[in-house]
């Protein structure tokens, strides 16, 4: 029974410790998302971003199944990565300035399944 007490405490620590490496959420860094309606439309977003940061945005509204994100055209100043059902975008820290990519999202909207362009633009903070 003494040992109970000890191993709990030892949990208890353990996970405060791990509470500390917890990831931290991005900024917002697109104050205005424009749902897209995966029925051959184009969206286009404005992101805001300080150089050297990242932003890290998902893409699926709770109505809607993501199948596939693709990029059509790169950044040519910062990173991009396509992560699951989003994206990360890192900016240059050395050289900000404007940026933009566009990605081909495709899915089903409450079922009927389509695509849609996402044209994004980057602008330094």
């Keep these: ?18 509470s500390g490496l917890a990831a931290q959420a991005s900024p ?5 998302r424009t749902p897209f309606a995966l029925s051959h439309d184009t969206v286009k977003w404005t992101m805001s971003i300080a150089p050297g940061a ?11 199944q993501i199948f596939k994100v693709s ?10 990565a ?11 820290a050395e050289a900000p300035g404007s940026d933009k990519f566009t990605l081909l999202i495709s899915g089903k909207n409450r079922q ?3 695509t849609s362009t996402l044209e994004v633009e980057v602008n330094p903070q």
């Design 1 to 18: 029974m003494r040992t109970r007490p000890v191993l709990l405490s030892g949990v208890v620590l353990a996970a405060s410790a791990m």
């Design 71 to 80: 990029v059509v055209s790169g950044p040519s100043r910062g990173q991009l």
């Design 82 to 92: 396509v992560v699951g059902s989003g994206f990360r975008y890192s900016a240059e």
């Design 112 to 114: 009927v399944a389509g």
């Design 28 to 32: 917002i860094c697109i104050k205005e």
């Design 54 to 64: 990242e932003c890290i945005q998902g893409l699926r509204w709770s109505y809607m």
